[in-house]
């Protein structure tokens, strides 16, 4: 007998938007500071790749994530979880439970010190049956 998934509160394009900014957020590496020794020429500008305070992706994924609503914030905390193991399909309910109770102002910033967010969501999607494939 084949169960259905249960329905998401965040559509599965809202969620494929979103690990792909985090996919850009993730490649980000520690800042070599201002007197590194190089200039944009000569690192073939892997300045970019620098994680910086001001990082116009981290704070495009923050206001995202601050822009839905709470059960679409709700979802993608325990989508999170499913997809780092924290539960299976099957214990959906109880994860949104938990991700309901926890839930507060700070869900921005608890998903993007999360270093491996875009798969944990890429994991969680395929558990549904979803792939952000050809998007």
């Known amino acids: 007998m084949i169960?259905?998934?249960p329905p998401?509160?965040?559509s599965r394009d809202k969620i494929c938007f979103f690990i792909a900014k985090a996919r850009e957020f993730d490649v980000k590496d520690v800042s070599a500071g201002q007197n590194a020794g190089s200039?944009?020429?000569d690192d073939a500008m892997l300045g970019?790749?620098?994680d910086n305070r001001d990082d116009p992706t981290y704070f495009e994924?923050?206001?995202?994530i601050n822009a839905l609503n709470q059960d679409e914030q709700i979802d993608l905390v325990?989508?999170?979880w499913l997809g780092r193991g924290d539960g299976a399909v099957?214990?959906?309910q109880d994860l949104k439970a938990e991700a309901a109770r926890q839930h507060n102002k700070r869900t921005a910033q608890y998903l993007l010190s999360k270093?491996?967010?875009a798969d944990y969501l890429e994991e969680a999607l395929s558990q549904f049956g979803y792939s952000c494939e050809g998007e």
């Not at 994924?61 to 995202?64: A, D, I, K, N, T």
């Open 39 to 41: 200039n944009a020429a």
């Open 115 to 117: 270093p491996m967010l």
């Open 78 to 80: 325990a989508l999170m």
């Open 61 to 64: 994924l923050r206001s995202y």
């Open 8 to 10: 998401l509160s965040i």
């Open 3 to 5: 169960i259905a998934a």
């Open 48 to 50: 970019v790749l620098e």
């Open 90 to 92: 099957t214990d959906w």
